[in-house]
């Protein structure tokens, strides 16, 4: 070896030295920075390091597990979705797409949910699948990072939503970025969760491509349907790149303020103080504003959401923690305006509410926050998906007269795979943690590995909440170490029902909270909602809560009016209704209940799968012919918990129970259209009672009362029949049209008459006064006295829209 070649290779040493301690110093700067960024003041504790054992979660996490995500799956295949991205790859000839161009996001929703779910407890099989599922992914993917399959596989009739160009259509319809917000969230939990790279570099290339493509002096449009900020923000705490957080910032920044309400545009976001629009989008945007809130500091979002929050939590936010009141826009109604049996409450925007919610606590560190997580948690989310795991609600509503049920799939499937994913997540909710004080938001029976800034400790909780007040809490730290405990009390048992002032207790209560520590029981002070109890804690100690578990009535503010004279019987943090099959006729609606009735509760082992019910005393009422007295009659009421209805087929159910004749609904008197049998020409015969179940609606567009139609039938013939029991002498028809015009599909018809059977034909009746055709009121025809069997109206649908009967009723 020369010398020049032995110096060549010293002075190459050197330089590798060098830059080996280039890179660690940047690697360590890197970290460092990076360590020590901005982010949540209160860190939540990963569902990792969570194992949920519990009687109540437990077994529906294991129904998502073996029924919902593989339910999931096999839907999204069987409608197409999976054939989307295969043709998008060129491994599937033709062009033929599934119907919205946001399909993609169930498949990215499944492999979400599918990680979590393999996290909680290990699944070779469905992981394998998920593997397979991420090259079809990853090969419908463009060179450049683009993943859109509704572009990519260039129908030759493009879908009318995307536009000729990438993102020409994005701020309306196209919702291509609305599919990267949900291939992130799926990137991250996939990666999270099995530590496999795969799709979170699809996601990578794509984040990078929007990167290039968005942002102050490139393409400046902001994102029609949210999301995507959530989605850059995780991808930016994964990966630690900036660009992803400042893109999530510019999404943010870029929006309003000439856009529209319907997607939060109307505004600049930190201009916005009042929930509007559609609820999901605003829901995952507010989520958005509170992650960059806390990623940057920046107080102005901060501000915005705080008072968004309050708007909501005062005037627009169900018992259920439903959000959204209107199907129209599928968005927030008016202050107050929360009706029960046309409530919209999307399974998706109660999702939404969740994750907000997380966010403002984590940000906040306030119990009132998981007050609201809880309530959305136990009920308006939970009644999304049926005890058996693959029966689904899109909307939630409050009331039923039998229109409501599950459906199987829906081709808006996005509350499905919303389900999929939400479930598996759910030990990430229970505990959270800043340095050294550890947060307990949720019960649930769970064994817990947790690092605290003094030691690790593990903590498990026993308990058979919510049907139980009563929580066992052991602690175990590695080591004896001072630490903090803040346990949850939550509002429902500290004399609020609901934080704000849209919902109150009708009588106070008084039993208080217990604590005791092995043992003894213990004072304790409250900060924000929370126990908090600094001690040096040992091995074995043992913690024991006692909340009050009673049965609440629960009353709305008299803003309401939808609620005036109606309270919601509570328990714990569980809301109540009443359906048909627990009562006397299977009917609810005709039920009332005395303010001062008392109620009892106990847990029934083989009914729904075990819940909690209320046993208390109530009336039925009952009108009269000829007399506006109601005939009551006193009757033994049962309730069940609201998640759990709509499993035992369609049936009457209400939340919001009547305690004064005002309010009831009765059951209808013996007239002659309440005695006959309703036939007609539609499909769903569950429609039929409405038209005779005497309910005078406000207007034509009430949908507080059940009404039928034709929707979205238009310019045919319709009819609907009155089978009477007997020959009738009839002489008068009165008919209650439904029109919800202009945003609805049905309007008043375009002609009708009415016809008597006459043996084996249908004669038309000899009418005495003009077929007028209004809404809003009764349109009355005099007709020639006829003694028949039948009577039958026929209709003739406008030209442009369908039409529906409120009420119809014959003398
Ligand atoms: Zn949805």
Known sequence: MNTKSLNNQISMKNKINQLILFCTLLISLAFNTFAQKKDYPIKPVAFTKVHVEDNFWQPKMEINAKVTIPYVIAQCKANGRMDNFLRAGKKMSGDKM??????????????????????????PKLEAYIDTLISIIGGAQEPDGYLFTFRTVNAKKPHEWIGAKRWEKE????????????????????????????????????????????????????????????????????????????????????????????????????????????????????????????????TKYLSAIDDIWGDVVNK??????????????????????????????????????????????????????????????????????????????????????????????ISCACCISNMARFLPSLPGYVYAQDKNDLYINLFMSNTSKISLATTGVEITQTTDYPWKGEVTININPEKTAVFTLRIRIPGWAAQEASPGNLYSFMDKKTTPVKISINGEVTSFITEKGYAVLTRKWEK??????????????????????????????????????????DNKDSLVQNIMIGKNAIASSHYEQNLLDGVGVIDIKGQSTKRQIKSDSLLVTAQDVKAIPYYAWANRGPSEMTVWIPYEQSAAMPKPAPTIASRSQVSGSLKNKRMFSAIKDQYEPANSKDTNFPYLHWWPAKNTDEFLQYNFESEQTVSESKVYWYDDGPWGGCRIPASYRLLYKKGELWIPVESISPYEISKDKWNVVKFKQVSTSALRMEIRLPPEQATGVHEWTVE
């Open 98 to 123: 599934s119907e919205f161009p946001f399909d993609d996001t169930d498949v990215y929703k499944a492999i979400e949910g599918a990680s979590y779910s393999i996290q909680n407890k290990a699944n």
């Open 171 to 298: 701020e309306i319809l196209s919702h291509e970025l609305y599919n990267a917000g949900h291939l992130y969230e799926a990137a991250v939990a996939h990666y999270q969760a099995t530590g496999k790279k795969t799709l979170l570099n699809i996601a990578i290339r794509n984040a990078n491509l929007l990167v290039k493509t968005f942002g102050p002096g490139k393409t400046e449009e902001y994102p029609g349907h949210q999301i995507v900020e959530i989605g850059l923000s995780k991808m930016y705490r994964v990966t630690g790149n900036q660009k992803y957080l400042d893109l999530a910032k510019f999404f943010l920044d870029v929006r309003g303020p000439k856009g529209d309400e319907y997607n939060q545009a109307h505004e600049k976001v930190t201009d916005q103080h009042t929930a509007v629009g559609h609820a999901v989008r605003a829901a995952y945007m507010y989520t958005g504003m509170a992650d960059i809130a806390a990623l940057t500091g920046d």
């Open 316 to 409: 627009k936010l169900y018992i259920t923690g439903g959000i959204g009141a209107t199907g129209a826009g599928e968005a927030f109604g008016e202050a107050y305006q929360l009706p029960n049996m046309s409530a919209y409450a999307e399974t998706c925007a109660a999702i939404g509410n969740v994750y907000w919610n997380e966010r403002m606590f984590l940000l906040h560190g306030d119990s009132k926050y998981v007050d609201v997580l809880e309530r959305t948690l136990y009920n308006g989310l939970l009644s999304g998906v049926s005890l058996s795991g693959d029966r689904f609600f899109y909307p939630n509503p409050l009331a039923s007269m039998f229109q409501h049920q599950r459906s199987a799939w």
């Open 540 to 581: 074995g100690d043992k913690i024991f809560l006692n909340l009050p578990m009673e049965t609440d009535k629960v009353i709305a503010n008299k803003n309401v009016k939808d609620d005036a004279s109606r309270f919601v019987l509570q328990r714990g943090p569980v809301v109540y209704c009443l359906e048909g099959p």
